[in-house]
């Protein structure tokens, strides 16, 4: 989704920033909606438990990398990174001294939360940090929790609808209903428990499988 109207020099970076934090609200949801229900897990594990292990811990990660980089330092010569800071100094360049500093304190009022995406990244998922991993120090990191997730991404919003409100007079939701992915996931988890439930019942034939267009497939 693009949004238009914005000054030229900001445009591009607002409209990267926007979608990243609408695929991260899309990716939490997807989460929330697989692992944060005790009768969806119960159906993950009994499918697949290993494979959905590794698709929650693999999300996981890359949702706390999404939340740090975007509130990485602007950085130095050709090392720049697209973060709200980077976002910040361009709107600082356009004269809209209050904006940026409004936006300013917003990252500083919620640095702590920040820091713990930053600290996880840091010392557990992007570096094996030596004294987090070998001297045992993980349980004293702390690991961000669905709270802080949920805090976090709605931080994001609430600065990116400051943008546009301020620019375009517009107020917008970053937090997408997904349609289909999980909730689809469980739907045919689910269908074909039942179906094996009626086969080990009598009630469909043990063959019927076989004449399913993708059968071959397994």
């Known amino acids: 989704m693009k949004i238009e109207n914005l000054p030229e020099s900001l445009s591009k970076e607002y409209n990267f920033i926007h979608n990243q934090v609408l695929w991260l609200h899309a ?3 997807e989460l929330s909606y697989l692992y944060l229900d005790e009768l969806r897990v119960e159906l993950l594990n009994i499918s697949a438990s290993t494979f959905f292990y590794n698709i929650q811990r693999a999300s996981l990660n890359e949702l706390v990398i999404g939340i740090a980089r975007l ?6 010569g050709k090392n720049i990174n697209l973060s709200f800071n980077k976002m910040i100094g361009t709107i600082e360049s356009l004269s809209d001294e209050e904006l940026a500093n409004n936006l300013k304190d917003i990252l500083k009022k919620h640095k702590s939360l920040i820091s713990q995406f930053k600290t996880q990244r840091n010392k557990i998922i992007a570096h094996s940090d030596y004294q987090t991993n070998i001297e045992g ?3 004293k990191l702390g690991s961000v929790t669905k709270s802080d997730i949920a805090d976090i991404l709605k931080v994001y919003s609430d600065m990116l609808n400051k943008i546009t409100f301020h620019y375009v007079e517009i107020s917008m939701s970053h937090n997408p209903t997904i349609q289909t992915g999980a909730p689809g996931i469980i739907h045919d988890i689910r269908d074909a428990l039942r179906y094996r439930e009626l086969m080990d019942e009598g009630l469909i034939p043990d063959d019927d499988l076989m004449v ?6 397994g």
Not at 212 to 217: D, H, I, L
């Open 137 to 139: 120090k993980v349980s």
């Open 27 to 29: 990716l939490w949801q």
């Open 71 to 76: 509130s990485d330092p602007i950085g130095r």
């Open 212 to 217: 399913g267009k993708y059968w071959n497939a």
